[in-house]
């Protein structure tokens, strides 16, 4: 089983700052990597897919990148709305896994 | 619209049984995957089961591999998961999600609870 690992647990960023999100695979996914984005009481939503495609209405300021091991979620400018909790998901190997996810909290 | 709407969950006592289904709505079901998610109290996502599109083949996390099933019904545009043998560690919220392309789940329902408890 591939397991994923996410870093920083919990990450602090001011309004307009970058926040920058890092996921990390046991072994190679190749690109097959998905950013999940859970708000407080709501189902998750897909924000990347491929490791670097926005997900249908996902806005501009989301960006993924990396391959193989190393995973980066970068949020450009941060928005009061964006305060969530932030899932990686490989779907490269059965089983699929997760990460334990990043909550990202207003500074 | 794609819509995907859970229903099964309830109270139950360790070593029973419960079926979830969910009902799928706005898009072509039997061309897509569909996965079970769940998520327990103040926890994170945890993935559970996945089908194709036809019904073969099936996958499921070695958590509930021999106690959960995945099942679908094309015809009804519903995927199932019957679940025996409940533990209290599979208390939880239960996802289903629609996958697309290699596999990321690009809709999600709003899940339904799952209690096991004596």
């Known amino acids: 089983e591939i397991v994923m690992t996410q870093s920083p647990v919990t990450l602090s960023v001011s309004p307009g700052e970058r926040a920058t999100l890092s996921c990390r695979a046991s072994?190679?996914?190749?690109?097959?990597l998905a950013w999940y984005q859970q708000s407080p009481g709501q189902a998750p939503r897909l924000l990347i897919y491929?490791?670097?495609t926005r997900a249908t209405d996902i806005p501009a300021r989301f960006s993924g990148s990396g391959s193989g091991t190393e995973f980066t979620l970068t949020i450009s400018s941060l928005q009061s709305e964006d305060i969530a909790v932030y899932y990686c998901?490989?779907?490269?190997?059965?089983?699929?896994?997760f990460g334990q996810g990043t909550k990202l909290e207003i500074k | 619209e794609v819509q995907l709407e859970e229903s099964g969950g309830g109270f139950v006592q360790p070593g029973g049984s419960l079926r979830l289904s969910c009902a799928a709505s706005?898009?072509?079901?039997?061309?897509?995957?569909m996965s079970w998610v769940r998520q327990a109290p103040g926890k994170g996502l945890e993935w559970v089961s996945t089908?194709?599109?036809?019904?073969?083949?099936?996958?499921?996390a070695d958590s509930v591999k021999g106690r959960f099933t995945i099942s679908r019904d094309n015809s009804r545009s519903t995927v199932y998961l019957e679940m025996h043998s409940l533990r209290d560690d599979d208390t939880a919220v239960y996802y289903c999600?629609?996958?697309f392309g290699r596999g990321a789940s690009n809709y999600w329902g709003q899940g339904t609870q799952v209690t096991v408890s004596s």
């Open positions: 706005g898009f072509s079901f039997r061309s897509y995957a």
């Open positions: 999600a629609k996958d």
């Open positions: 072994q190679s996914v190749s690109a097959s």
């Open positions: 491929g490791a670097s």
């Open positions: 998901q490989q779907y490269n190997t059965w089983p699929r896994s």
């Open positions: 089908i194709s599109g036809s019904g073969d083949p099936a996958y499921s």
